[in-house]
T-cell receptor, first 114, second 113 residues
């Protein structure tokens, strides 16, 4: 299957700092990538759609100024959690579609804010 | 948008028995239904998918059935093994060129010896 690489796999940061997470499609081009958040024992909740060369589309209730998304190339999208707080601690995971529907996920990033 | 419901939330079966997980969706225009397996702390992995032009698809011990009229689809795992223990998610896409997926709430499958 296609490969989507996410980095870092885990990160611990202090409250008030920012964290950047990268999502790369390694063997195909992705004009659209998706960012999800997953709390323990819960489902994946879509946060935003990352569009190459244009602004991201955020789901209702997701603060665009807090979760900055940049999709500067066809193979890279980044999610920056700004001014992180303990409640932002979660598992963040990206996906990219090959074709219209088949989605491939990054390995996820476990963010812990202390 | 799409609304996906998944049942049961937990399922415990004995090794060798079958497991069935069911999902319903709301958008009649949805035409692609994947199932993902997620082990603890890892990424979801696509295990099988079905498109709306067929009613059933099999891959070894795994099968998916789709009832478009009733807007539900099910995952069937036969001859379950301990390594099948994981959380399983169904999903359905919304409209668009690169359709975002709406996930079900997940089913935690435990296969006991």
């Amino acid at each position: 299957g296609a490969v989507v690489s996410q980095h870092p796999s885990w990160v611990i940061c202090k409250s008030g700092t920012s964290v950047k997470i990268e999502c790369r499609s390694l063997d195909f081009q992705a004009t659209t990538m998706f960012w999800y958040r997953q709390f323990p024992k819960q489902s994946l909740m879509l946060m935003a759609t990352s569009n190459e060369g244009s602004k991201a589309t955020y789901e209702q209730g997701v603060e665009k100024d807090k979760f900055l998304i940049n999709h500067a190339s066809l193979t890279l999208s980044t999610l920056t959690v700004t001014s992180a707080h303990p409640e932002d601690s979660s598992f963040y995971i990206c996906s990219a579609h090959r074709g219209r529907t088949e989605a491939f996920f990054g390995q996820g990033t476990r963010l812990t804010v202390v | 948008g799409e609304n996906v419901e998944q049942h049961p939330s937990t399922l415990s079966v004995q090794e060798g028995d079958s497991a069935v997980i069911k999902c319903t969706y709301s958008d009649s225009a949805s035409n692609y239904f994947p199932w993902y397996k997620q082990e603890l702390g890892k990424r979801p992995q696509l295990i099988i998918d079905i498109r709306s032009n067929v009613g059933e698809k099999k891959d070894q011990r795994i099968a998916v059935t789709l009832n478009k009229t009733a807007k539900h689809f099910s995952l069937h795992i036969t001859e379950t093994q301990p390594e099948d223990s994981a959380v399983y998610f169904c999903a359905a896409p919304g409209p668009g060129t690169a359709s975002k997926l709406t996930f079900g709430t997940g089913t935690r499958l435990q296969v006991t010896l």
